[in-house]
C-alpha cells in the first residue's frame, strides 16, 4: 500500500508495513494541572527543609498542634502525679535540706540537671508525633488537608506499633542514663563528692552523645510505620537504613530546627512566665501572714506556669515532628526517588 500522507496513514508496528488510518488524530481529555502542594515535589535544599516544617505546621495546625498538646497534656499529668507523690513521700527530708544552704545549692543542681534529662527523655514523644502527622505531610504534596480524626483512623493497625516505639526508645534512652550515671551514684554513697559531680558531668556529656547519635538514626521510625506500613522493627531498620546516606544533612537540619524552634518558644513564653511571677509575688506580699489566700494564689500561679509549660512544649514538639516528616520524605527523594512517584500519584489523580 502507498503512502499518501502522515495524516491517513500509520505503520503497522507488527508487519512493518503502512497501512490506512482508521481514526483520526486521537484528542486526550484536557485535565486541569494537579495544584501545588504545601511540600515540594523535589529534593529540597537544607533552609527549605527548615521552612517546609513551618509550612507543614501552618497547613494542619489541627493535626499536628492538637496532637501534641493532648500528648503533652496527658504526659504533664503523670509528671505532676509522680512529682507530687514524690514531695508526699520525702517531704520530712525536704525540711531538713531546706535549712542546709549548701544542700539546698546540690539539690537546685540535681534539679537542673533532672529537669534537662526529663526534656531529652520527651523525644521519644517525638516518634509517636511524627508518625501521627505522616499522612498529613503527605496528603499535603497535594494541598490536601488532614485532621486529627482522619489520622488517626489512618493508623488502624499500627497505632500500638507507634505506642510501642515510643516507649521502646524512652526505655533506651532512660535505661543509658541510669547505666552512664551508676558510677556517679556509687562514688556519692562513699562520700566522695568530687568524683561524684566529675563523673556526673562525664555521664551526661556521654549520655547526650549517646542519645543524639541513637534518636537520629531512629528519627524516621515513627514516619516508616505510619507512612510504609512496616511494622516495630522493620521500621526501625528502615530509619536506620535511609539515615546512614546524609547522617550530617540530617544532623545539622534536625538539630538547628530543634535549638530554633526552642529559642522561639522561649522568646515568646519567657515574658509570660515572668508577668505571672511578679503578679504572684505582689499578691502574695498584699495578702495576710499565714492565710488561706496565700496558698490560693500560689495554686493558681504554679498551674498558670504549668499550663505555660505544657502549651510551649506542645509547639516546640509539634514542630520537631513536621520537621522530621519533611526530613524523611526529602530523604526518600534523595536515595530512591520518591518525588517521581508522588508527581506520578498527584497526575493519577487529577
Known sequence: MGRSNAWTSEVDWQTG????????????????PSPRGVLAKRPLTFFEVLDSGFRLLRFVPGLTIGA????????????TAVGTFAVLEFLPFLNDLVSNDDAMSGFFLLAQMGSFAISLLSLGVAHFLAGLAASGAESS????????THSWRSLHGRRW??????????AINLGLLILLG????????FDNTGLAIVTAFLALGLWLCALIWLNLRFAFTGSAIAVERLGVRAALRRSWKLTGSGFWRTFGQLGLGYFLSTQLVQLIITPLVTVV????????GTAAAGS??????????????????????????????????????DQRMRSEGFDLVLIRREEGTA
Open 68 to 79: 501534641a498538646l493532648i500528648v503533652f497534656t496527658l504526659w504533664t499529668l503523670v509528671l
Open 141 to 148: 504534596f497535594g494541598a490536601r488537608k488532614t485532621t486529627l
Open 17 to 32: 508495513q503502512w497501512q490506512r488510518r482508521d481514526q483520526g488524530p486521537t484528542h486526550h481529555e484536557w485535565h486541569p
Open 277 to 284: 511571677t511578679v503578679v504572684a509575688t505582689i499578691a502574695i
Open 292 to 329: 488561706s489566700s496565700t496558698t490560693v494564689i500560689l495554686v493558681i500561679a504554679g498551674a498558670i506556669l504549668l499550663l505555660l509549660t505544657t502549651v510551649s512544649s506542645a509547639i516546640l514538639f509539634a514542630y520537631f515532628s513536621c520537621l522530621v516528616c519533611v526530613c524523611y520524605f
Open 161 to 170: 506499633s507507634l505506642i510501642l516505639t515510643a516507649l521502646l526508645l524512652g
Open 182 to 189: 551508676l558510677p556517679s551514684l556509687l562514688f556519692a554513697l
